[in-house]
């Protein structure tokens, strides 16, 4: 298998794991029952189950802008709003789609530090109007790993959910980077959800080694009332759910969520230790997942791209970011780092 093609633009610049591979091949056998009244549906659903150490409700998307949208509006009325970060993939990467499905429930943004919302961030924003021209609080949704990079740590999380009670709002969280989250702290997934007060979550799966495919798991399971019919009314409900179930058993069976997860987590470490010492680099943020937020001289991003290496530039001037995935092989990391450094000190002149 050729890695030089690798790039760091996307953890979705991957491709499909073995493991995964390998489920839907043995899903591929004849035929099976169609939406999801299969057996590799139930499989997957009871190894979720299992995993999580409790009896959750499971269901299956197509991907985490639908995933997102649909567990929110099943968490709010359209008169409801819903409390994220400023940089939450739901307001910044979702084209209004968590709007659209809850009918209008409004996004409110809130400071964050480091990427994480902090209690006294929900309360501002929770408590700034209490009229009826407001549109009401709900829900609190946060991103585990969050979108820099950063991972809540449990008793954060506790903080935020205890906010949640104190001021009756729901709490559902991003995990399409879940796994990482989970690799990072070293901490089951149980801890790092339901035992820390969410009420939902978006596991991720397309980002942790599928083609396609997040499981969106309710802690609550009153919640999860008629959430089918949301799924099916959103053409999310896949005929041939074996497809989109499968793997997970390939991912969960195997352990490979994890240590998958855990790969891409070194590698950026990796990354941020090979060019931490030049002057000119300045780590954005901690690195404590599979991202690495960079700030670099222009030119020497110029230069990077002149080299055909790929990568997006987003937050402030000359921020560049660099996602590791299932796959990032490390002399590919090794690379990238030689041509940072290479190329900023070419721009020294
Ligand atoms: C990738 C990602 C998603 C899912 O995005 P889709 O393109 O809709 O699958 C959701 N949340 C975060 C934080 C992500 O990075």
Not at 152 to 180: V, W
Request: charged share 20%; glycine share 8%.
């Amino acid at each position: 298998m050729s890695t030089n093609n690798q790039q760091f633009a996307s953890d979705n610049y991957s491709g499909i794991c073995p493991e995964v591979w390998e489920a839907m091949s043995r899903a591929n056998q004849g035929h099976e029952r169609a939406y999801g009244d299969d057996q590799w549906t139930a499989r997957a659903a009871d190894h979720f189950r299992q995993l999580f150490e409790t009896d959750c409700e499971v269901f299956f998307a197509f991907n985490g802008t639908a995933a997102n949208s649909l567990a929110l509006s099943a968490l709010c009325q359209s008169y409801h709003s819903v409390i994220c970060a400023d940089i939450a993939h739901v307001e910044t990467d979702e084209c209004g789609a968590p709007e659209f499905f809850s009918n209008g429930s409004k996004l409110l943004v809130a400071r964050t530090e480091e990427g994480k919302l902090t209690p006294a961030s929900i309360h501002e924003i929770a408590q700034k109007r209490q009229d009826i021209h407001y549109p009401k609080p709900r829900v609190v949704s946060l991103t585990q790993a969050t979108e820099i990079g950063t991972v809540y740590q449990p008793a954060e999380l506790r903080a935020i959910s205890q906010t949640c009670k104190e001021l009756n709002l729901h709490l559902h969280m991003d995990g399409a980077r879940f796994a990482n989250a989970c690799a990072s702290l070293g901490l089951s997934p149980a801890e790092l959800s339901w035992k820390a007060g969410v009420d939902v979550l978006c596991f991720g799966g397309t980002k942790n080694g599928m083609a396609v495919g997040e499981a969106i798991l309710f802690f609550n399971r009153a919640l999860a009332e008629d959430f089918e019919y949301r799924c099916k009314q959103a053409g999310q409900l896949a005929s041939k759910m074996r497809f989109l179930s499968a793997p997970w058993v390939g991912l969960l069976e195997t352990g490979a969520w994890l240590k998958y997860a855990a790969h891409a987590n070194r590698c950026a470490r990796l990354l941020a230790e090979l060019i931490d010492d030049i002057p000119e680099v300045e780590l954005m943020f901690p690195v404590q997942a599979n991202g690495v937020f960079v700030k670099l001289p222009p030119v020497a991003l110029e230069a990077l791209r002149g080299r055909g290496w790929m990568f997006y530039t987003f937050i402030g001037v000359g921020g560049a970011r660099f996602m590791c995935s299932w796959d990032t092989c490390e002399q590919r990391v090794r690379q990238l780092a030689q041509d940072i450094r290479e190329l900023v000190e070419q721009g020294r002149g």
